[in-house]
Structures are given as C-alpha cells and as structure tokens.
C-alpha cells in the first residue's frame, strides 16, 4: 500500500503523514453515500470535533451515554484516513461521516446522493493558530517551524489539505449542488451554542425538548469536551498525537488570533484574504 509518510499531493491539494494513502484517498473520492448518511465537512482546525460531539448529542436526545463511551473516531469515522474504512464498512445507516477533503474531490461522489452535508467554517486567524499549535503536537504532521514560517505555508496553501480559501469557497459556492446542505460556523456556535444546537437538530429534522438541548448543550461545551477522553485524543498514542507539546482541546477561543500575530501578520493576512476572498460573499466574525 502506498503511504504518504512524507508531503505528496494528490490531485493537487498537499497531504502529508502517515494517517492516508493513495488508496485511501481514492477510496474516499469514489466513496457510495446513501442518503442516511450525515457528513461533516471542515478545513482542518475548524470545529470539526466539537460539531461531532454535537450530531452525536443531538441525535441522541442530549444523553452522553455513547458520546462519553465511544471515541468520535469511531461513531463519527473520517473518510479519507486508512484505519477508518473497516469502521465505514461495518457501519449501518444513518451514519455520521466526517471529511477534511475539498470540494473538488467529493462533490461529485456526494452528489449521488441525498446525504447531509454539515459544512463547519471557522476564521482564517485562528484556524492558522490553531493549525500552527496542532502541527507541533500532531507528530504525524512535518514540523511547523515558527509561526511566520507556518503562516507563510499556511497562506500559500501548502500545508496539509491545501489552501483554506479553496476549501471554503469551493464548498460555499457550491452548496446549492447538494441536496442537503447547512452552513455554520465556529463563531455562531461560540456565541449561541443554544442556537446552533437548534439550527442542527432542525436540519437533522430531530426535534428536540428544551431540557434535552439543555443536556446537549452541557456536554458539548469546550469544558465538558476538554475532559471527555473519548473526543480529546488522549486515548491516541503519544506518538501520534503528544500532549505534552500541547493539548488538542487547546483554548477553544475566537480571536485568540491576536495573542499571536504581531500587527505586520495581521496585515498581511489582511491584504491576502482581500484578493482571494473578493469573489465571496462569505463574511466572518474575528473577534468577540
Ligand atoms: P483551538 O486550537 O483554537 O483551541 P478541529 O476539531 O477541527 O481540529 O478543531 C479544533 C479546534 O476546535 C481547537 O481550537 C479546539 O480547542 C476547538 N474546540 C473543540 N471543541 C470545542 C468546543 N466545545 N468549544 C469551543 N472550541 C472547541
């Protein structure tokens, strides 16, 4: 089996480390949805563990029972790393299935079906921190070396899964060739979690009770989760994920951003996200 165990790149877009492989990578672009399945789709760094926790809470009516026993590996399982496929494979509807890819290697598989896409978006800032604190304690991703190095890659596009900006504006703009398909973002659910648990549940047409979206807001908050060793990945051995280096559940902030970047970053962030982003109408919130 071809290993990616150093950057490659695979129909443009960087991979690197050992977690996919060519084989793996194809079997995720011709993946079979079926129309039960709901997909989770993110750039790195983005929410994507804390919206697992809130479909596995939402559709179990805000009881922890499987969120606080199974890992979100394996109730949520990522379509394109290799040691995920057994578990898609044993899996019966309705699945929760969750994805990094871009949209030019998925669409086209998702469009076959009625499936759920669930795209979480999160400000360019701080998926960059982020993105730059995970690459020091991810051993399976190169070193980052320092953050203006990282950002530099980070802005180019070369890090792992490719340019932020095409991600998130290859499936915004698209959105309306899926069948079903909500949009959210980090900062929505930081500021009315109550909100954005609704918003899910309407979505996954899975009405909830007040006390029991009270349950799931209580158990997917960044405490709660922070301390849940089925979505922390402290169950990962250290050399995969070593969190001496530092934590996966590191700050769960908005605008962490600016304890980082110096006012020249920040510019130059700025005047990036200008040009790419000028044909989008996507706006975020940076701080709160
Ligand atoms: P920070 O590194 O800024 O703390 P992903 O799951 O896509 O890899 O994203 C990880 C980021 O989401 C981390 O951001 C992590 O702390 C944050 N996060 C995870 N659960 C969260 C929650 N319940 N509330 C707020 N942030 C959360």
Same mark, same amino acid.
């Given at each position: 089996?071809?290993?990616?165990?150093?950057?490659?790149?695979?129909?443009?877009?960087?991979?690197?480390?050992?977690?996919?492989?060519?084989?793996?990578?194809?079997?995720?672009?011709?993946?079979?949805?079926?129309?039960?399945?709901?997909?989770?789709?993110?750039?790195?760094?983005?929410?994507?563990?804390?919206?697992?926790?809130?479909?596995?809470?939402?559709?179990?009516?805000?009881?922890?029972?499987?969120?606080?026993?199974?890992?979100?590996?394996?109730?949520?399982?990522?379509?394109?790393?290799?040691?995920?496929?057994?578990?898609?494979?044993?899996?019966?509807?309705?699945?929760?299935?969750?994805?990094?890819?871009?949209?030019? &290697?998925? *669409?086209?598989?998702? /469009?076959? @079906?009625?499936?759920?896409?669930?795209?979480? !978006?999160?400000?360019?800032?701080?998926? #960059?921190?982020?993105?730059?604190?995970?690459?020091?304690?991810?051993?399976?991703?190169?070193?980052?070396?320092?953050?203006?190095?990282?950002?530099?890659?980070?802005?180019?596009?070369?890090?792992?899964?490719?340019?932020?900006?095409?991600?998130?504006?290859?499936?915004?703009?698209?959105?309306?060739?899926?069948?079903?398909?909500?949009?959210?973002?980090?900062?929505?659910?930081?500021?009315? &979690?109550? *909100?954005?648990?609704? /918003?899910? @549940?309407?979505?996954?047409?899975?009405?909830? !009770?007040?006390?029991?979206?009270?349950? #799931?807001?209580?158990?997917?908050?960044?405490?709660?989760?922070?301390?849940?060793?089925?979505?922390?990945?402290?169950?990962?051995?250290?050399?995969?994920?070593?969190?001496?280096?530092?934590?996966?559940?590191?700050?769960?902030?908005?605008?962490?951003?600016?304890?980082?970047?110096?006012?020249?970053?920040?510019?130059?962030?700025?005047?990036?996200?200008?040009?790419?982003?000028?044909?989008?109408?996507?706006?975020?919130?940076?701080?709160?």
């Amino acid at each position: 089996m071809a290993r990616l165990d150093v950057t490659e790149t695979f129909h443009g877009i960087t991979f690197s480390g050992h977690l996919h492989t060519q084989d793996s990578l194809n079997y995720a672009t011709n993946f079979k949805f079926q129309d039960t399945d709901t997909v989770i789709v993110t750039y790195p760094k983005s929410g994507t563990t804390w919206m697992q926790e809130i479909l596995t809470l939402v559709l179990n009516k805000g009881d922890p029972t499987i969120a606080q026993n199974q890992p979100n590996w394996a109730r949520a399982p990522w379509l394109e790393q290799y040691y995920c496929h057994e578990v898609l494979k044993f899996s019966s509807g309705p699945r929760i299935i969750t994805t990094h890819l871009p949209y030019h &290697l998925l *669409g086209p598989a998702l /469009k076959q @079906s009625n499936a759920k896409v669930i795209y979480v !978006a999160r400000n360019l800032k701080d998926v #960059a921190v982020s993105y730059y604190h995970f690459h020091k304690m991810a051993n399976f991703l190169p070193d980052p070396g320092s953050f203006s190095e990282f950002l530099s890659a980070f802005l180019k596009g070369t890090v792992h899964y490719g340019s932020w900006f095409e991600h998130v504006k290859g499936w915004t703009s698209h959105s309306k060739d899926i069948h079903n398909f909500l949009f959210i973002t980090y900062e929505e659910m930081w500021q009315d &979690l109550h *909100g954005a648990l609704q /918003k899910v @549940s309407r979505f996954l047409q899975c009405p909830l !009770a007040e006390d029991e979206l009270m349950l #799931a807001q209580k158990y997917c908050s960044f405490n709660s989760m922070k301390e849940n060793a089925m979505v922390n990945y402290t169950l990962i051995p250290q050399e995969i994920m070593d969190h001496s280096k530092g934590k996966f559940m590191r700050k769960g902030k908005v605008g962490d951003w600016k304890n980082i970047l110096t006012e020249e970053q920040s510019c130059l962030v700025d005047d990036v996200y200008s040009s790419q982003m000028a044909d989008s109408s996507l706006l975020f919130k940076w701080e709160m």
